[in-house]
T-cell receptor, first 112, second 115 residues
Framework: GENVEQHPSTLSVQEGDSAVIKCTYS??????FPWYKQELGKRPQLIID?????GEKKDQRIAVTLNKTAKHFSLHITETQPEDSAVYFC???????????FGAGTRLFVKA | DSGVTQTPKHLITATGQRVTLRCSPR?????VYWYQQSLDQGLQFLIQYYNGEERAKGNILERFSAQQFPDLHSELNLSSLELGDSALYFC??????????????FGSGTRLTVV
């Protein structure tokens, strides 16, 4: 079946450093790639997304890049802060929006 | 408040029992998705409904079923419960506009504990 792989599973960085989370997907029909942040005990929340006709998107301290040829996409967080500590999920979906597949998640720890 | 309402927030029940989880999507959203999240695990897609019809199915057990009603709220029915069914069950909705895909809005989840 279709799959989304996410790495690393755990990431620990010092406050102020950058964090990068990478995902690969298998379904070439995927053309929408959202990222969700889930704080402990809370619901996942969409933080940024990118569509296949765009190679990079930025929103303040977070950015996403997409390489459709290699089927890779990444989340970049700069100037990390303790409140960035959470589990981050990548996902890949198709144009119809059906059955978005999530990665297994990355637990990010930002040490003050 | 995300606009997606899930009830109940917590549910404790015994093995072999049946429970129903309820989800009201955000106003105007036609699609409802159900996900299962076991302890420290990722989000496992169960099933999706769009405007009352089943659209996609994931790793949903035969003991589980779902439906979406004319008012667009959805129910997830879990029967013959086992200890391993203990998890956080999320509902999400999306506008599902033609020609594009919008991110999900998740509800706060229902924490199911099977004892």
């Amino acid at each position: 079946g279709e799959n989304v792989e996410q790495h690393p599973s755990t990431l620990s960085v010092q406050e102020g450093d950058s964090a990068v989370i990478k995902c690969t997907y298998s379904d070439s029909a995927s053309n929408y790639f959202p990222w969700y942040k889930q704080e402990l005990g809370k619901r996942p929340q969409l933080i940024i997304d990118i569509r296949s006709n765009v190679g990079e998107k930025k929103d303040q301290r977070i950015a996403v890049t997409l390489n459709k040829t290699a089927k890779h996409f990444s989340l970049h967080i700069t100037e990390t802060q303790p409140e960035d500590s959470a589990v981050y999920f990548c996902a890949a979906g198709d144009t119809g929006g059906f059955k978005t597949i999530f990665g297994a998640g990355t637990r990010l720890f930002v040490k003050a | 408040d995300s606009g997606v309402t899930q009830t109940p927030k917590h549910l404790i029940t015994a093995t072999g029992q049946r429970v129903t989880l309820r989800c009201s999507p955000r106003s105007g959203d036609l699609s409802v998705y159900w996900y299962q999240q076991s302890l420290d695990q990722g989000l496992q897609f169960l099933i999706q409904y769009y405007n009352g019809e089943e659209r996609a199915k994931g790793n949903i057990l035969e003991r589980f079923s779902a439906q979406q009603f004319p008012d667009l709220h959805s129910e997830l029915n879990l029967s013959s419960l086992e200890l391993g069914d203990s998890a956080l069950y999320f509902c999400a909705s999306s506008p599902q506009r033609t020609g594009g895909l919008w991110g999900y809005t998740f509800g706060s989840g229902t924490r199911l504990t099977v004892v």
